[in-house]
């Protein structure tokens, strides 16, 4: 009879510990919201963009995305962004909301080319892991933004997007 009588109770002390034991199972790692496809082009004056990094921001409408956005346009200034949640997770899109953008390009100083800039750089890590150490000559330049802050600084970017849920979102830039 005291086994009858206790039975209930060892169902409810089961079941707290099925029910605690799941939820100690359960991934440290917070829910990913989900994201909406934001896609688009970039222009310099007149011309595509090549190289250049795009970074969404949060603002204040948007505080609870807490991902790092970016992307790389492409030869012809094209561009889709991905959001970073911590080192190991990736999404494609952008969690809906408002951003402040920002847009990025460095390239080497004065009229020196890319394809000189990579050389002198490609001979001064050739130097170094050989073990010698670089002259100022030997030293590559350091890289100038080509993009004025107005559009590279986010402080002080006017540049916004607003990123709609359920659809494809396209943006266009066109920076002067």
Known sequence: MVYLSSLP?????????????????????PEIPDTASVKGTVKFKGEPLTGASIVFSNTASNPSANATINAITNDRGEF????????????????????????????????MTEEAYQAKVTEADQIVSDGGVLTQAQTPPELKQLIPRQYSDVTVSKLKANVVADQENHLKFDLK
């Open 80 to 111: 889709e962004l991905k959001s970073y949640f911590g080192a190991r997770t990736e999404k494609t899109g952008v969690i809906p909301g408002t951003y402040t953008v920002t847009v990025l390009k460095m390239v080497p100083p004065g009229k």
């Open 9 to 29: 109770r060892t169902r409810l002390i089961l079941s707290l510990l099925i029910i605690s034991s799941a939820l100690g199972c359960s991934s440290a790692t």
